[in-house]
């Protein structure tokens, strides 16, 4: 299910903090992909429908350099990634195996892959922020995945950072992190978001001209009114 | 692949401890899943072919009451369980919901499932205990499974405690916990684990009798020469 | 606020499993205080209304064998709980700290309260068992609350086990931990749990005569017709 | 009790790490609070009194959008605190939520708050960044307080990283992270420890001029009159 | 440095809380070792001095059943152990690599070892109960120590359980777990921690018949008078 | 053992990635330090013998500033250095207490220490990244050494990171962090990581010039033909 241009266009424009807030409306807390961080500071926010990989721990009769060359290994993996995807791996969050390193990066970038999310950690930190992939990981370490993980395949349900992932959902990340917007509840995000983001944004101007917060944020009534002849008058 | 009752037989005599050193001389260090340990005290050592479970984080939609009549429930696969498995249930060492409480356990017995192995917790504590079936976990929480975990599905790959786990490796437990036996192993296991666990039964009588360490554990070539004669006079 | 009699009985026949489970078909998934388990075997369930008990880290010149003595004393707080209240102490989880020992959980028994609760741990494990005080902590450290521990005071909002207790809340203890009712829902919980232990023993009776999950747990139509059913037969 | 600007100043000119020294020959090894950084590098040293903030966990039905309005809310606590006051927010580490986004950062800017400590994460880093304020936490997260936090009050005795932090203690941070010097102590910190950060400076020169460290630090008698020469001759 | 009787006698009768409690008043706030717990309930109280054994991190070059010949082995090192010794051993909390079983417990109780305290775990738990050796540890694991720890050494200082042990430190054992005595403060605790243990003792009784706290324990002046008024009269 | 320059120079062309692959392959997958980066972006890549210090935890009566004055201080232990030796010191993972901070550092840099590696914290951070000493360390903290370790010498083995570390065996570290080659496998590694590295760079070439996973990497018998032609060809 690929995005459409302006679906992208919107969500990219959205923060993750305010897609947390909005789905946290509708009941949902878990959204938040923990210990997963950007790689290089200030990539630019990315937007895309979730590509999965799973991990399990690694056993050494599997867990080898030969297996690289298996059906299922994650080369497979990424051939089979289309372009605009968010690749997310599940890594239990194990930080003392790389999952990829550059050759692996700069393949993914090579196919168009929009993003890399992990909650492991990627390896060769510095030939993989060369490729130019912007990567949300958990950190670097020199050892190899089968040092610590066996790859047993992708598009399946994930947990990356301790929230659920599925193939398709929608995937949004900036510098806070990386936010993931169950597919079901794609419309009604790209309904909503927008405002709530306008209202911030009209909420911290008002912060800096000097409004204390009661009143402000939450608006109350007379702050919403105030608020609406704003957008009237083109002003938020 | 089910075992036959000879297989069955032969591990039932050996530890866990002792297949875990068979194991390491082959190369393979990460066979016994951390944290989990045996909900009753005394209960039998189980041998068995694993029958996996996976769970991914909670979604506050997905995880829900209603999710439990769903065709891809714990429901489905406790249904889809053969006589004697031991049930493996991946859930990422979460401590604060319980994957079974009494009637999800209690069916399980009844349908035949030798143990349930998770890196989880269960739920009810008292009653699961009362159905009798043998239970190797984490420890207990009241709340379901549905407040932390999200069910995916059945007899795929899983890590269970930090161990790969693949449907049909074999599993046993004791006191120690539970060592998984990878399928392609379980040849060799049962042609060297008996011995091992004998010369270790032949050396522990010479440690009661107070002799020293050194020369006797590990053997050297004298002590080999004994315990050898010993085998052959049916001392040993 | 106290408790009135009835209302101590009907939550005594309910199990904190089923408490959470009704509590999160409203909303809340939070209310079971992590790491805090019964420090013997086979305590009764306790039911009453929280008081809780607050600490924050030590600090060498706070945190001394003199402040003991000091009006803002866990000595004080303990003459201040009424009879029937079940203590709840915020150890932050520190684990190698006792908050009380002995003497003060022997002062608690004698003024009638009906359970102690922690995220922390209690010392003199061997006397507090003597005193007869049922107990739900994280374990037992032999060095006393001011080697980790300053105490600040009663009454206020706290976290115990990750899970906010405001005094007035309920709370109810059994093997399975220690769940917490805000005050709030308790008339809710009172009005609907008895009906969902009723239903799950029924279930639980139908598993032991052999049926099958599918369609019973969670209870299809026809099932429930013949709960219902068995209701008005006076068989569940 | 605010603190006079020699004050200030004098701190301004002793690291967080001679503090620390200061305050462990005093008895205290428990007053830097742990996982918290400066937000950006380069912050410069901040001095001031501690104004307390305290979360519990969130509860769903507490910790909500709505919550936000009520009368002890974090917007009430930042209306409440006095230029110059070091906000300290006990979050209980939390990582997962961030307690406060640009609005309320904003805020605090504006009112004159020297500087946001908390053991816990902030939200919207980017606009937090803009905002100006100081910043020391334990990184970011995207949801908002209430995804794992329920705000229960102001100026009350909190733990902050495992230390505690009274209402008017006073908060050192720079690079190294915050330390906090407990009331009681000002005076004898303000006349200690800048002759300690003149030494160590001193000693820092000998050891640039190829000295070896037995003797040099901590200095012998010998050096000990070298030292105190130099201070006559103007040249430490 | 063995104990002499009367000290062991005299040890033997103060519990680990009442010796924390000593101990801190001198300024030693870490003493008791985290992590170890009694591997059987019901151990006795095990008073000796320390004989220390460490161990670093597996490689799985060094760390192979071949190692346990080496001179620097496990096995020499328990032929070192004088009669009386405790055994504390600093596995680094490594909890999936038992350290011992059965075969080296059993040597250690035929040499006469007073106890084995670890803050790692132990294998082949039925055969070490067996062996009736008392053993502190953090549970129990499978795999041999080898999966998981190489060992180095034996009578240096070591951490256990985040406490700094010596050789020769004085080791004093119970339900609370253990709890070192610095050789250099035995004489005073000797002095010291009968007189404690009397008083809690009383003060104990006095809370029995109903006394309350403030005032009492601590002791102000009149209770103090009272107290020593008892131990003339023999009454406490 | 000093390392002679032209083994030096070799490893100072190969990433910790290589190495930890090359390692890997000899059945080595514990060799990377876990949780030791570089304290400062972009610092050279460093080649060197370690040269291992060992603290235990703090005990208030050891762990003084004046025990810095003492033969097995931290002082004595740099003074022992030779040149070109990278310091690895075991501070057991505390990240509460800095090792070392301005003055020490400055020392090591004197003495031409190539590099100080810890799974521990240095302290003054502005200062040690003053003295120019390439430090690869688990963050900072203000506080001195002695408010949570006691040194106990130098040259021992020791655990950095999860990692067995002998006088001698060689240290290697980069943006990836710090990984040991055991001193038996140093003329091995010598012997082929080299050719890896070469390997990895053509096949990175090859991905940027488009080609696919499959077949490349690892290489396939067709690949490697190219490979080598490509090496015959001074293209590689």
Do not use: H
Not at 112 to 133: E, F, K, P, S, Y
Not at 199 to 206: G, P, T
């Amino acid at each position: 299910m690929p995005l459409d241009p302006a679906q992208i266009e919107t969500l990219s424009g959205i923060s993750t903090a305010t897609l947390t807030t909005v789905l946290l409306k509708k009941g949902l807390r878990n959204v938040w992909m923990r210990g997963t961080k950007p790689l290089r500071a200030g990539q630019p926010r990315i937007v895309g429908p979730a590509f999965t990989l799973r991990f399990v721990p690694a056993r050494e009769d599997l867990a080898t350099p030969a297996s690289w060359a298996s059906p299922t290994s994650t080369r497979a993996a990424i051939e089979a990634m289309p372009e605009g995807v968010v690749a997310v791996v599940d890594a239990m969050g194990i930080e003392d195996a790389g999952i990829f390193g550059d050759i692996l990066c700069g393949r993914m970038q090579k196919r168009g892959v929009a993003a890399l999310i992990t909650d492991g950690v990627v390896r060769d930190a510095a030939g993989v922020l060369q490729t130019g992939l912007p990567v949300w990981c958990n950190g670097v370490a020199a050892p190899p995945s089968v040092a610590g993980l066996t790859f047993v395949g992708w598009q399946q349900p994930i947990g990356c950072g301790g929230v659920a992932v599925f193939p398709d959902d929608v995937v949004v990340t900036d510098d806070d992190g990386a936010v993931v917007i169950p597919a079901a509840f794609l419309g009604e995000v790209l309904a909503e978001a927008p405002e709530q983001e306008r209202a911030e944004a009209w909420i911290m101007k008002q912060v800096e001209a000097g409004a204390a917060l009661p009143g402000l944020y939450p608006m109350n009534a007379e702050t919403k009114a105030r608020y609406e002849q704003a957008k009237e008058d083109g002003e938020a």
